[in-house]
């Protein structure tokens, strides 16, 4: 059974995915730091979420779509390229 069960282990669940992203305001921050510094579990789910995060952001940058003003300026291009060509 998991010892991570009281209520501050709760908020500190909670925040975790906000205070990875540096999403939470300072004393937030130092809760769930202090938080995690004195409760194992608590550090264990932040070790894994850090983890997943960094897997996470890094196959997406390696898949990542060209930015979406890129793809509709060359759309715009194309279109642009094959309605004169048709004029011709
Ligand atoms: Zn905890």
Redesign the pocket.
Known sequence: MSQ?D?P??TE??QKLYLFIDHELEDASCEQIQA??DN?R??LTEYEIDVLVKALLSRSCSETAPPPLRERVLLSIRTVHVEFREQAD
């Open positions: 991570c009281g501050e282990c500190a669940l938080h995690i409760c579990d608590c």
